[in-house]
C-alpha cells in the first residue's frame, strides 16, 4: 500500500506541474509522464487483484458537476471513466444548477479517473479562458454560448482519444510472464465484473441526445485538448441519465 501512495503521490506532482505551466512543451512532457504512470499503475493493481480474488469488488463513488457548463463537465468525467474501465451515470434534476454524477469501478481505476478529469477539467476552461471568441460569435450571448460549447467538446474528444491510446498502449507493453493469464483477459474480464454489476443498478436509462457544435471552435478545442496530451457523447437532461 505504500508503494501505492508513493505512485499515486508521484502522479499527482507531474499533474499540479502540468496544470502550473503556461509553456506548452513542459505541459505536454509532464501529462504525457503522468498517464504513462497512470495506466501502468491501472494494469498492475489489476493483474494483483487478479491473483488474490475475492478480495476486491467495484465501488460506487459520486462526483459533483456544476454551471457554467455542466453538462460539458458532465461528458468529460463520463469519458474519463469509461476509458478507465469505470461507469457513470449522471443524476440530474430538471433546471438545476449543480447535480450528481454515479461512478462506478474498482477503486484504483476510480482513483485515477478522479485524478485525470479534475486536472483535465481544470486544464479545458485555462485553455477556454485563454481561446476567448473570436469576434464573428460575439454578436449575441446564444453565439458565444455556442462557440464555447463547441470547444470544449473538441478538446474533451481530442483529450479522450489520448487517454485511450495511452491506456491501450500500456495494455499492449505489458510483460506477461510465461504460464501466467494475459494482461488482455485480465483487463476484459475486470471490464465485464463492472458492466454487469452497472446494468444491475442502472436497469432503466434514459437515451441522451445530440450536441450541435460549431466546426471551428470544436477545431480549435480538439487542437487544446492535443496540447493537454493525457492520452461527442451524447448528454440528456432527464434525471437519471446514462454517459454510455
Known amino acids: 500500500m505504500a508503494d501505492n501512495d508513493k505512485i499515486l503521490t508521484r502522479i499527482r506532482g507531474l499533474l499540479a506541474k502540468a496544470e502550473g505551466t503556461d509553456n506548452e512543451h513542459e505541459r505536454k ?70 447535480s450528481t454524477m454515479d461512478l462506478l469501478g474498482f477503486a484504483p481505476d476510480l482513483e485515477r479517473a478522479e485524478l485525470l ?75 465485464q465484473v463492472v458492466h454487469a454489476m452497472f446494468a444491475k443498478m442502472y436497469p432503466k436509462l434514459s437515451k441522451g441526445r445530440k450536441v450541435t457544435v460549431d466546426a471551428d471552435a470544436y477545431n480549435r478545442g480538439a487542437e487544446a485538448g492535443r496540447r493537454a496530451d493525457v492520452g461527442g457523447t451524447r448528454l440528456d437532461g432527464a434525471p437519471q441519465a446514462a454517459l454510455r
Open 29 to 98: 512532457t509532464f501529462m504525457a509522464a503522468a498517464e504513462s504512470q497512470m495506466a501502468k499503475y491501472g494494469i498492475d493493481r489489476a493483474r494483483l487483484a487478479y491473483l488474490r480474488p475475492g478480495r476486491e469488488k467495484p465501488e460506487l463513488r459520486s462526483v459533483e458537476v456544476a454551471d457554467p457548463w455542466m453538462r460539458e463537465q458532465a461528458t468529460l468525467v463520463h469519458g474519463v471513466a469509461e476509458a478507465l474501465r469505470c461507469r457513470a451515470v449522471w443524476m440530474r434534476a430538471p433546471r438545476a444548477k449543480k
Open 117 to 191: 478529469y479534475t486536472s483535465l477539467m481544470l486544464q479545458m476552461f485555462r485553455a477556454l479562458n485563454r481561446q476567448g471568441v473570436p469576434f464573428g460569435h460575439t454578436s449575441t450571448k446564444a453565439k458565444r454560448d455556442a462557440y464555447s460549447r463547441s470547444f470544449l467538446h473538441g478538446f474533451i474528444s481530442e483529450a479522450l482519444n489520448r487517454i485511450r491510446a495511452a491506456e491501450q498502449r500500456a495494455a499492449d507493453e505489458a510483460q506477461d510472464a510465461p504460464g501466467e493469464v494475459s494482461t488482455e483477459i485480465v483487463l476484459i474480464e475486470r471490464d
